[in-house]
């Protein structure tokens, strides 16, 4: 409660993420040393959830390794599982509250994607349909599950596969040199040129959507444009969706809703196109031809 000029109290507005998140079901899936890390698990409806095991979309929040907020897509989790999926919010170190950088949210993100397999039975899930969403940093450690072999935390099940089915990433930091973000944010610079995605790019990649905001001052949309050219060239599928003159953090539910909707349509599209969810009969949404 805070009080207004006139000395009378005055009721702070909600914070509609951090009351969605209330809405989850917690888990810890993963503990290291004194930190327990949870994940936010939104069920589907019983008339939305599919016969058969479901995908899952799993969403790290944006960061630039120092901070961020785990309920940051906590709109995206309420309305995926309205269309059938297992949605889930995942916690990570940062360096806010775990004294963390980008090897541990890298190592984190890894231990998700592997949580998720290990546990598909339990959650009834399919563990051949994941995609992992991020935004930032979160994005960056996602996506580094999926391009790069190392930066495993020692404690996982190396044998179980930390590479998500699909990637779906806002304002993704992926260049890590002086020309990109984060180059400090590393032990040193060998480290990061090793974390640099650019450098990572081989056939055989998960499918993959990209939208970024052609102003973004923190994370470079050349870097994004240079990844979805090579990695198209190498026989993936990536797409890149411009949105010309947006900077970073566009797509948030709290600061538009205009670019909340339309970032989240892009993303319904392309999880039917993927077969990950059934076309939405309401939205008019299918198969791309």
Known sequence: MEY?????PRTLPLDRNRELLKTAREETYKVIGDTSLSAYIWEPPADKAPAY???????????????GQVAQFAPHCVYFASRGMMTMAFDYRVSSRHKAGPLE??????????????????????PGKIVA????GGAHAVASAAMLRKFDDPSDSTDISPVPNALIL?????????????????PDAAVAKEANLLR???????????????ADR???FTASYELAKKSSKKK??????????QGHGFFNFNLSFEMYEATLMQMDEFLVELGFIEPDPEAGLGKIE
Request: glycine residues 10%; charged residues 20%; aromatic residues 10%.
């Open 105 to 126: 949210a890298m190592a984190d993100a890894r231990s998700a994607i592997r949580w998720l397999r290990l546990n598909a039975i339990e959650l009834g899930i399919n």
């Open 200 to 214: 990572a790019i081989e056939a055989g990649l998960p499918p993959m959507l990209i939208m970024h905001g052609t």
């Open 53 to 67: 095991p479901k995908s899952v979309a799993a969403f790290f929040f944006s960061s630039s390794w120092d901070n």
């Open 236 to 245: 993936n599928i990536c797409r890149l969706i411009e949105f010309e003159g």
């Open 4 to 8: 207004s000029g006139e000395g009378h």
């Open 218 to 220: 923190v994370a470079p």
């Open 133 to 136: 969403v991020g935004g930032s």
């Open 170 to 186: 806002f304002n993704p930091i992926l260049d890590t040199t002086k020309k990109g973000f984060g180059l400090e944010r590393f």
